[in-house]
């Protein structure tokens, strides 16, 4: 996948899964706008980047603010003439159940999230878009990124579920309304061990391991879909790459060695009443019909046990 001429933001890149997609992204050719809070983080992998022959600068700045991401849309026009691909990644967690979970749990999660993808995205589809009326025919490519509690919810994440939901809902939404400048939007929903994973009891020894040096073990990267932030990139890549120009509007998982396409939410089951429902009839309508097509809450790791 060549991305030579094409220049990208990747907010939260300092490290982990945002340094991955930086470092994948300029491999493959295309000049980097590293952006990260941690400016010693984000410097470090300005120096991977161009130690390795690539293009790259740091911009610095906590996502969510418009001043924050017009400022890299500025940064990424002053240093490469352009902008092509936007990987909206930075994010944090706050885990609580919902009865301990503060408002400013929720407030900073939500924040750095959902209103800084949104603010990156808006940032970007506007000069996305004055390229195209340019007469740029490149288009562009914005990649959100979810998690599978986005998906399926999980237990203690209320801010984070939430917010990971609305992403991809935003991907989809965008998908239509910028389609006509041939810009993509879509979400990838990766799943890697990081500094959030660890923060699950269940991967907390993985993660140590993994960061031992020692290799991912086949059940997690086969059965559970669990890789390396490695292991994510190369979904990125693609869907910055000219080969994706169809795809968008998409929810797209990966990780370890499963990649996974999920669904749109879909009508399940439909019954109608002559006038209108009555609680009864609702009542006897979701046991003989919808009760045995519930949907289960929870990751599907969770629910396989």
Same mark, same amino acid.
């Given at each position: 996948m060549d991305l030579a001429g094409r220049v990208a933001i990747v907010t939260g890149a300092g490290r982990s899964l945002g340094r991955a997609y930086a470092i994948a992204l300029a491999a493959a050719g295309a000049s980097v706008v590293v952006n990260d809070v941690d400016a010693d983080a984000a410097a470090e992998v300005v120096t991977e980047i161009t130690g390795a022959g690539g293009q790259a600068i740091a911009s610095?700045?906590?996502?969510?603010?418009?001043?924050?991401?017009?400022?890299?849309?500025?940064?990424?026009?002053?240093?490469?003439?352009?902008?092509?691909?936007l990987v909206a990644n930075a994010g944090v967690?706050?885990?609580?159940?919902?009865?301990?979970?503060?408002?400013?749990?929720?407030?900073?999660v939500v924040s750095t999230h959902l209103r800084g993808t949104f603010t990156t995205g808006r940032a970007a589809a506007i000069q996305?878009?004055?390229?195209?009326?340019?007469?740029?025919?490149r288009?562009?490519?914005?990649?959100?990124i979810g998690s599978p509690a986005g998906q399926f919810g999980n237990f203690g994440q209320t801010n984070y579920a939430a &917010?990971?939901?609305?992403? *991809?809902?935003? #991907?989809?939404?965008? $998908?239509? +309304?910028?389609?006509?400048?041939?810009?993509?939007?879509?979400a990838v929903i990766p799943i890697a061990l990081s500094p959030m994973t660890a923060t699950i009891p269940a991967y907390a020894e993985a993660y140590e391991r993994f960061l031992a040096g020692e290799p991912i073990p086949t059940e997690l990267?086969?059965?559970?879909?669990?890789?390396?932030?490695?292991? &994510?990139?190369?979904?990125? *890549?693609?869907? #910055?790459?000219?080969? $994706?120009? +169809?795809?968008?509007g998409q929810a797209i998982g990966i990780g370890g060695d499963r990649l996974t396409l999920y669904s749109h939410p879909a009508v399940i089951e439909t019954a109608y009443a002559d006038g209108g429902w009555d609680a009864a009839g609702i009542?006897?309508?979701?046991?003989?019909?919808?009760?045995?097509?519930?949907?289960?809450?929870?990751?599907?790791?969770?629910r396989e046990g």
């Open positions: 610095v700045g906590a996502v969510g603010p418009a001043d924050t991401a017009e400022k890299l849309v500025a940064d990424a026009v002053a240093a490469f003439g352009r902008l092509d691909v967690l706050r885990d609580r159940v919902l009865w301990k979970m503060s408002d400013d749990d929720f407030d900073l996305m878009k004055e390229q195209a009326s340019a007469g740029d025919t288009g562009g490519r914005i990649i959100v &917010v990971k939901a609305g992403l *991809v809902a935003m #991907a989809r939404t965008w $998908s239509l +309304e910028l389609a006509r400048d041939g810009i993509t939007a879509n990267r086969h059965d559970k879909g669990l890789g390396s932030p490695e292991d &994510v990139a190369p979904l990125v *890549v693609w869907l #910055a790459s000219p080969a $994706s120009q +169809e795809v968008t009542d006897a309508a979701w046991r003989a019909t919808f009760a045995a097509q519930a949907q289960p809450s929870g990751p599907p790791s969770r």
